[in-house]
């Protein structure tokens, strides 16, 4: 019997470039070789993509690679285009295996492409993955389920040229301190904090070189807790609640990935009824942007009120060693072998 193929694709174009590679380590060693015929294509920060017939897929191991390897469009090819050695050639592809964080992988692109070539592919669909990309969209959709969220205020990068002008407009709707960040960057990049004028107009400038759209909240203090979403056939799984704890003021980019002091807990002492709350809450907003096969959904419980309050969602969440996703399976009894399973299998099921 043949093996199914199984495209994996990781990297990309985001500045979550690294981290994708970390997942992707993670993911697949997880995937069965006795069932799937498993393919590398690493996309190199520049956007080359690259057939990796290495072990590795750290950084550094496989951008060198001789052949490229591109996921086609056309439907008649259900597949790759492999270039190698002046030789064009194609290979049909079963299901595709998305291990992207941030743009051009989180936001619908390679989604689309997927679903031109009429590839099943794990994660949630074109407009899911764009609206959930997006926080600002995010907001407006959520805003519409009986879900709280921080006040915020948008900000266009064009719109910076006037500096004096956007500070006054978000003091007027946000008191400080705010945080700010990028509307399309994901594991907190360009993200910051806002305590006063001189810091708001820096971290205004900071997130405008992630992305041309800006948003700024309202400080929410209070505790970072996750819940993850599964969808297995019918059901939506909904796991146990997990906690940030973040060596740093807020749990940015460098407190996630280089400060061994961070630590993430599967099983933290709620008030009474909030862990429903939250898992309730997941489910919305899983539901309000049409989500499929996986997300983590993001909250606070907002200090001296345990209002629970949404934050974000992200559709392709991390599989690092650190990752709460698979965490929270694991905590549920759902192993990571299991877990890719059930993924590949909600991709085919999705294609029916």
Known sequence: MDKTVLALIYGGQSSE??????????????????????????????????????ESVSPG??????????????AGIHGLILLREGKAETKRVDVVCPVLHGLFGEDGTIQGVCELAGIPYIGCGVLSSAVSMDKVFTKAVVERYPVSQA???????????DMEAVIRRIEEKLPYPVFVKPANAGSSRGVSKAADREELAAALAF?????????????????????????????????G???????????????KYNNSDSRTVTDPVLPEGKTEEIRRAARAVFGAVDGRGL????????????????????????????????????????????????LIRSAFERAL
């Open 17 to 54: 470039h690294e981290v994708s590679c970390m997942s992707a380590a993670t993911v697949i060693g997880a995937v069965n070789t006795e069932k799937y015929e498993l393919i590398k294509i690493g996309i190199t920060k520049d956007g080359r993509w690259i057939l990796n017939e290495g």
């Open 61 to 74: 191991s496989w951008e060198n690679g001789s052949t490229r390897a591109v996921l086609s469009p056309d």
């Open 151 to 161: 006040a915020y205020a948008v900000v266009l990068k064009k719109e910076l040229s």
């Open 207 to 239: 997130a405008a070189a992630e992305d041309s759209k800006i948003l700024v909240e309202e400080t929410i203090v209070g505790r970072e807790l996750e819940c993850a979403v599964l969808q297995d056939g019918g059901d939506i799984l909904v796991s």
């Open 241 to 255: 609640v997990g906690e940030i704890l973040a060596a740093a003021e807020f749990y940015d980019y460098d407190a």
């Open 295 to 342: 997300s983590r959904v993001d909250f606070f419980l907002e200090e001296g009120t345990d209002r629970v309050i949404f934050n974000e969602i992200n559709t392709l969440p991390g599989f690092t060693s650190i990752s709460m996703y698979p965490m929270l399976f694991e905590k549920c009894g759902i192993g990571l072998e299991e877990l890719v399973e059930r």
